[in-house]
């Protein structure tokens, strides 16, 4: 494949290609809590090459493309730019990259309710959905995560409070997306269907950190500390479930929306190793580490298949223009 083909390729991602930063982001995260250091800036370095790439291509369909912008604006996998922008951002604020992790939050704020409401107005909830539906709590749970890591760490009162208001918002969501997933998807989905139970990990992983916050006490803490255990508890039961079904009906082929496996699957790692200290349930920790090593193996395998994939398209023959697909 020529350097203009591979530009033709790279321009060609769809937007469930954003899934992809979100599972190296996670995974960096998760890494950077067990003390794997070096993995998790190379697993960084990687998410933040990936968002450069994507965000190009967004930027230049927004620009250039407007036609084709509005239509994928459409589907629930376009908030992809922002869960991943604030997995990315969440990660810079562990680095102590304060002001990078603000501007990732205002970008993915930015973003947001447009995107959002693209998702809402014109994606036919009344029929039933896939997994990629949970875009919509993971979007907003993103933006609760990550201004829950800034107010903690600038000690920004009103930041909390607003990281709570997106946190509740996002549970609301994941309800109306629950009530039109298509359960279906369990044994047949190509791999978004695992958002079903990430989007609960990452409402437990927001609420982890909203319990680190000072500002939270008596009744509301309690509250906060329920809402974490049980969102994590059920990503839990999600995780079983989904695992179970995969067991029983394997789907080996690779397919661009496995990298939304791979993100539950990071998510639900870390989301553990994060609540349990500030929700006192320690053996979390012993939990999330085998389920860390998980996700990364599971990241590696879905690494060879896209290449894999990738390879085989390149050497496949280009058929002339007007050749007949049927055979003789």
């Known amino acids: 494949m020529d350097p ?38 190379a697993a960084l370095a990687v998410a933040a090459l990936l968002w450069l790439v994507l965000a190009r ?74 997994g990629a539906a949970f875009l919509v709590c993971v979007a907003t749970q993103g933006l609760a995560l990550l201004a829950a890591v800034l107010a903690a760490a600038d000690r920004q009162t009103w930041l909390a409070r607003a990281a709570l208001a997106a946190f509740c918002l996002g549970l609301l969501l994941y309800g109306v997306a629950l009530v039109r997933f298509d359960f279906r998807e369990v044994c047949r989905g190509a791999g978004d269907h695992w958002v079903a139970g990430g989007a609960l990990a990452l409402t437990a992983l927001a609420g982890s950190k909203l319990l680190e916050s000072p500002v939270w006490t008596g009744w509301t803490h309690t509250a906060l500390r329920t809402v974490t255990l049980v969102a994590l508890g059920l990503s839990l039961v999600w995780y079983v479930v989904l695992l179970a079904a995969e067991l029983g009906r394997p789907r080996p082929r690779y397919d661009i929306r496995r990298w939304a496996t791979v993100f539950p699957l990071g998510m639900t790692a870390t989301a553990c190793l994060s609540a349990a200290a500030p929700t006192g349930v320690t053996w979390l920790r012993r939990l999330g580490e085998p389920l860390l090593w998980i996700a990364v193996a599971a990241w590696l395998l879905t690494c060879v298949a896209f290449a894999a994939e990738h390879l085989r398209s390149r050497r496949a023959p280009r058929r002339p223009p007007g050749a007949s697909a049927r055979r003789g």
């Open 57 to 130: 291509d967004f930027a230049a369909r927004l620009t250039g493309d407007r036609g084709r912008f509005r239509a994928e604006a459409d589907t629930p996998a376009a908030l992809t730019a922002v869960a991943a922008t604030t997995v990315l951002g969440t990660r810079l604020s562990m680095l102590g990259w304060q002001a990078a992790a603000a501007a990732a939050l205002a970008l993915a704020a930015a973003l947001w309710p447009g995107l959002s409401y693209a998702v809402v107005a014109h994606w036919h909830w009344h029929r039933r959905m896939p």
């Open 4 to 41: 203009a083909c591979e530009r033709a390729w790279l321009a060609g991602l769809p937007p469930a290609a954003g899934a992809a930063v979100m599972a190296a982001g996670i995974l960096s995260v998760g890494l950077h809590l067990i003390g794997h250091e070096p993995l998790s800036l």
